[in-house]
């Protein structure tokens, strides 16, 4: 395992990090989706991401990760010993789904090796079961097979992995939040692909030669040598990690205030934007920033904030449109707070 | 020493460079240089990665012979799993399939590749040098494959008889004595600055520099920059200096930062690009990319001087300039040929290619109730999987407007949103469009093939309108973005011409002459078996009938639409690429 950039050592790029910064906070918000130029981070920073999750339950051994309070009824290893199900600590799991993976790979399916040997009817569980309960990062998103979109599309509208090949017949629960990266000018995303991602944030190459120049020396000396860099960041990662558990703990104790409701269906609504994902998402991204500043209550200035990350890409595209998508949604944001 | 074996000496001594890629016709020698980096490393070894490579060939997988003699499971590596530690040639590397571009620029990237395939979960290392090749005529690499490589070099244009003449000689007779000499000191060379590189002195000044020229010069994202410093600090150690020099500066700014400019420094920010600044301007927004600011152009001034006069070529034959850029190396190439593996369904052997791992997942389970001898498998036929293909490149709309004419901006309109509203379609068909505008002495191709609503809606909006209708030359424009699509595998090629007037502007003829001149291209467009439509916007009743004349030449439709809307032009596109 190659040591991974740390996140605290990213120069600039505020709006992608806020934005990962909620979606650890509050996973609900439906995953983040990180879009630019070529060469500016966008790997980098939601590879980092694993660096900040924390801790969750689970049950040994299950290759769904249960939670050990509650295991998922469609669990096959749970549900079979109620028994007695140990419980170990882990970090919430981040599963890389690469391009050129295979849909066996994918959903799970015969394990063939235990097949031709054994002569077992085996089921080898998938990605999908692999990424129950935490994230599924997908790099260059816009470029995953059709037909590998159409199956996340299914498992993430009903939460369960239905597998029916090679005289299997299995249901396992597959929960996860999607995390992608990409450059819109390589392919765009499939609209319903899209939808399903609760915040996007979109970074742009920074023109400030200084921080460019400050980008350059951390990179080179990140490889010169790994290990001792990320030791220089290491006492600044622990407290962000520590803010963010604090975080984790307040957020169900925040609540929302009536005019921070009112400006998120007021913008929803003079976005003309479908379907009540978009007002969901702003509310939770609310939330979120909320409790990662310590607030008790969601306030309008929060909606403000994360309002271009959770409705920016929601918009009807319009090609006669000149103005970028979130420069929209801030233009309508003036409007609504006049 | 010139040019490119420089880059080649630079990548041999600074592995994260990454890669050199060589850009020029052919003939200008590009093959023989890349085979110079495997000589210039003893000991490292070179695979080939050959252009019809499939994602298994690549990626490697089971060894199903192997695992079953063995009775485990026995992997073999692929194409870049066996690269790594050694040298990557990639000839043509904009004609790869894009599932090939993908996985190569991850490997290159990462030094490590996650293979999730066949029912194998495995990592592989891929730390390998990689120098790859293409001629500018066959259509453009991935810019996003290109920027993964440090190095990337034009070859000189139709260089002296006397290069010629060496490369000729060095491709007939490798072992020739006076070549053996030069690998011999040039690996000399290359040791002796192994030892000073890491003591190589690059001043914050020089950074600041480098960062600033890229910034002039619009560079997309931030791997140029690091790429410069370390280029720099590599031609400096390979001149057995201690500090880096101005010359090696321009070097880097020659190999690194020059290919990738997307604007010439002196120019405003690109208008297709940055939006209006927004009222209340968050953090972010600040940093975007608007016209270099003046201190970046002071402190780039020095070098932009030195290379000023190689810019503009640069900007027209590399792909990251914004007028010029294409999605290129795309769906199709060799897979179009016979389409992507997606699935795999139970089926008969005849004419068919079978799925070995389905077919032996499906006879799996039934070995113990078919009483399997000892070592034996047995297979039925109901066990046999096929592997189902569905051609991948769907088809190629090139829209033509034309922009002569009082009426222009408003056929631009319509033009664009009918090519919107076919690129919404296109998540489905896979299907590309491009858009040019013709006036005056010339076409111009505004948006090359994509499928990208974010680069239709950044196209240029504003074009300038007015003078003569060159149609010869909107066709001439047309063969040669048709003809690149042919080769990446889009069969399908609609040309969608939006016009009210008759050509008046040849290429070489006089006035009198336009008319057989087009005519003559007209059906040489026929004859490559593109599909046309011919949109005639023209309000007045009095027709000419050169719009039907043109149409009949080009063997297309014609149709009469003076106040087509958006909707009804990608109706009819859609109708022509369904008629056979």
Redesign the interface.
Known sequence: MQQSFPFVAIVGQEELKLAILLTVIDPSIGGVLVTGHRGTAKSTAVRALAQLLPMTTVVAGCPYNCDAASPAPDCLHCSRKTSNLKAIRRTVPVVDLPLGATEDRVVGSVDIERALIDGVQAFSPGLLAAAHRGFLYIDEVNLLEDHLVDLLLDVAASGVNVVEREGLSIRHPARFVLVGSGNPEEGDLRPQLLDRFGLHARIRTVSDVSQRVEIVKRRLAFETDPVAFCKRYSSAQAKLRGTLVKAIARRPHVEVSNEALLLAARLCDLLAIDGHRGELAITRAALALAAYEGATTAVPEHVKRVAPLALAHRLRKDPLEPAADDERVRRVLAEALA | MDTPRLALLMLALEP?LRGVVFVGPPGSGKSALMHGLADLLPGVHQVVLPLGCD?EA??GG?DLEA??QR???VIRNGVLGRADGGVLLVEACNLLA??TA??LL?AL?????????????RRVATRFRLVGSYDPAEGQP???LL?RMGLIVRMPSAGTSDARLSIVERHLNPTLRAWQDEIEMLRGVLEVARTSLDAVELT?EQ??EL??T??ALG????????FA??AARASAALALRDSVQREDLEVAVRLVLLPRATRHPTQESPPSES??P???S????A????G??T??LE?AEEILDAVDTELPAVLETLPFSRSR?S?AGSRGSTEGVRG?H??SVPGTLKGQRIDV??T???A??W??VRA?RQGN?TLRAEDIRIKRYKSKAGALFIFAVDASGSMALNRM?QA??A??SL??QA?VNRDKVALMSFRAQSADLLLPP????????RAV?QIPTGGGTPLAATLLLTLEVAEQAKRKGYGNVVLVLLTDGRANIGLRAERAGVDDELQGIAVTVAARGLKTLLIDTQRSFVSHGAGQKLARWLGGEYLYMPSAGSAAIANAARTAVATP
């Not at chain 2, 990462?110 to 979960?121: A, P, V």
Request: net charge negative; glycine share 8%; proline share 7%.
């Open positions: 994260r994602q690549l990626l089971l695992t079953l009775g485990e499971r894009e599932g993908n996985t991850g990237e990462d030094g490590e590749l996650r293979i999730e395939r066949d029912g194998l979960s991935r810019a996003h920027d914050a950074q600041q960062c600033a890229a910034v560079v997309q994202g931030h791997r140029a920059d690091l410093c370390l939006p209006p927004p009222q209340e968050p953090e972010p927004s940093t975007e990319a608007q270099p600011s201190d970046s402190m850029r999605r992507r997606v699935a791992i389905a032996l997942r499906a799996a389970p070995q113990r399997r498998l309109r664009k949103g090519v919107h690129l919404e998540y994509t499928s990208s609503v974010e680069l239709l809606r909006d």
